[in-house]
């Protein structure tokens, strides 16, 4: 099973910005639809933003606007930039590769994400 590769969390202050970063294979990347997903403690899992393979973007109504997830597929990378944070938005955020081999899925570890003053 791949591993995803994930970095950028921590600590920000409301209103601050991060930039989190996720690298899969080529040959997983490139037959993905690419994702990022958060837990809270306490809450279900839910979807931040995806996109597809052709650069097609989906976002749920807590991100738009202040969040922008982007790839490299070159790099074999999907990057989501959070601006604006806001408290609500601490939680563990996970990396997702949905492969069209199977419909299956691919997690990363998950990094935390802390908007505190």
Do not use: H
Not at 1 to 28: F, N, T
Not at 41 to 70: C, M, W
Not at 81 to 87: R, V
Not at 105 to 113: K, S
């Amino acid at each position: 099973q791949v591993q995803l590769v994930e970095s950028g969390g921590g600590l920000v202050q409301p209103g601050g910005s991060l930039r989190l970063s996720c690298a899969a294979s080529s040959s997983i990347f490139s037959l993905s639809t690419m994702g990022w997903y958060r837990q809270a403690p306490g809450k279900q899992r839910e979807l931040v933003a995806s996109i597809t393979n052709r650069g097609i973007t989906n976002y749920a109504d807590s991100a738009k606007g202040r969040f922008t997830i982007s790839r490299d597929n070159g790099k074999n990378t999907v990057a989501l930039q959070m601006n604006s944070l806001k408290p609500e938005d601490t939680a563990v955020y996970y990396c997702n590769a949905n492969w069209v081999v199977g419909s299956r899925d691919f997690w990363g570890q998950g990094t935390q994400v802390t908007v505190s003053s």
